[in-house]
Structures are given as structure tokens and as C-alpha cells.
């Protein structure tokens, strides 16, 4: 336990700079252009139904469970008062969670805790399994955490180090489209139910303020986490 509980918390050097702005431009090119990213939007659904079901623990909602979806949507069921802070704060955390774990994963990276890193992601995803209620969304997280546990048993530690690095970029960036296209949905009328709509009904602000409020926080985070990861 104490050589594992080592090997867990080791430091490793900084990055080269070029590998801190390949890594950057590769989560960008995945965030930016159409197929990467519908091929790997449904790691920000995760990432953001998390942020709902840790919510509604924190909150002591009762949380029943959640389901991912072939088209990337996904769902956290939670029952408890339909209104009240609880509920508020549940519905906030989920855009909020990719940019705000991706600006934690920066301060980790940033540490030189690559390992911590991985393996935090690991234990993320396998809570995350235990709340599926739905086969695809099981199918999605076990070749997640397959992938993430090859990492970690496979990889070198340079490796590592750059897969952390382009997942770190990529939450950070990838945080921001989702809200982007939450408001475009939301001019078309298509988004009654969303996240934002859903504050507004429960408190006095407007869903457009939530919209702004979500953006400017992932935007927040990109920026700074960009700043925590760079070596210099």
C-alpha cells in the first residue's frame, strides 16, 4: 500500500512548452470541427451529468440515477423538493462541471500530478457506473475507464503525461461549445427543457442570464487553466 500510495502521488517534470501548445491545438482541432467532436462530445456528458448527480448528494437530493444517450444527451434523475436551493444547485452544476473539472485537472497537472490525475478520472468514472441506468451509458463508461485503465498500466509515463494534457485542454474547451450551442438552441426555441430554462422557472432570472453566467465561467476556468499549465 505505501509503494502504491508512492506511485500515486509522484511528481513529474514539466512539459516542454511545445507540448503544452500541440496538446492545446489538438483539443482544439477535436472541440472546433464537426466529426471529432460529435464522436467525442458524449466525455463532456459525462463529465456534465456528473456534475448533476454530485450536486444532488451534496444537496441530499435522492439521486436515482442517470442515463447517457447515443446522440450525446443524457439525464440525471433525482427526486426530492421540485424547487428550492437543493434543486437550484443541481441544476446549475451541470454545465459548470466540465470547465470547472478541467480547471482541477489543470491545478493537478500543473503540480506535476499526472498519476493522481489518471487515476481520480479512473475512480470518477467507475462512481459514474454505479449510477448507469441505462446500457449504453454502461457500454460508454466501461470503454472509458478500459482506456483510461490501459493508461494507466501501459503507457509510459511520458505518454501519460501528454493524453493528460490534451484531456485537461479538452475539457476546458470542450465546456465552452456545449453553452454555445445551448443558446443557439434556445434562439430556435428547441431548448424549453434545458438546464438554464429550468433556473429560470425556478427563481426570478431569466434563463438567458444562466446561459451568460455558464459561459463566462468556462471561459474563466479555459483562461486560467491555460495559465496554470503553462511551464514557463
Known amino acids: 500500500m505505501d509503494k502504491f500510495w508512492a506511485h500515486l502521488i509522484k511528481v513529474q517534470p514539466d512539459p516542454d512548452l511545445w507540448v503544452v501548445v500541440v496538446s492545446a491545438l489538438a483539443a482544439l482541432v477535436i472541440v472546433g470541427f464537426r466529426m471529432p467532436w460529435q464522436l467525442s462530445r458524449g466525455l463532456i456528458t459525462i463529465a456534465h451529468e456528473g456534475g448533476h448527480a454530485l450536486m444532488a448528494l451534496v444537496t441530499r437530493r435522492k439521486l436515482e440515477g442517470i442515463r447517457l444517450h ?24 451541470g454545465y459548470l462541471a466540465p470547465p470547472l473539472l478541467g480547471l482541477a485537472a489543470a491545478w493537478l497537472t500543473e503540480q506535476g500530478r499526472i498519476t493522481l490525475l489518471i487515476w481520480t478520472v479512473l475512480l470518477f468514472l467507475v462512481c459514474m457506473l454505479l449510477l448507469i441506468r441505462n446500457l449504453y451509458g454502461a457500454l460508454i463508461l ?10 494507466i498500466m501501459y503507457a509510459p509515463a511520458e505518454v501519460q503525461q501528454v493524453v493528460a494534457l490534451v484531456a485537461v485542454w479538452f475539457l476546458l474547451l470542450g465546456g465552452i461549445r456545449p453553452i ?12 424549453r427543457d434545458s ?3 429550468q433556473l429560470a422557472r425556478l427563481t426570478f432570472l431569466p434563463g438567458g442570464f444562466y446561459v451568460f453566467f455558464f459561459f463566462l465561467v468556462s471561459v474563466t476556468a479555459a483562461v486560467f487553466g ?3 499549465m503553462n511551464p514557463l
Open 142 to 151: 466501461l470503454a472509458t475507464g478500459s482506456a483510461v485503465f490501459a493508461l
Open 195 to 197: 438546464d438554464a430554462d
Open 70 to 93: 447515443s446522440d450525446t444527451s443524457g439525464v440525471t434523475l433525482t427526486r426530492g423538493r421540485p424547487t428550492g436551493p437543493g434543486m437550484i444547485l443541481t441544476a446549475l452544476a
Open 226 to 228: 491555460g495559465y496554470l
Open 180 to 191: 454555445i450551442e445551448l443558446q443557439q438552441k434556445r434562439r430556435r426555441r428547441q431548448a
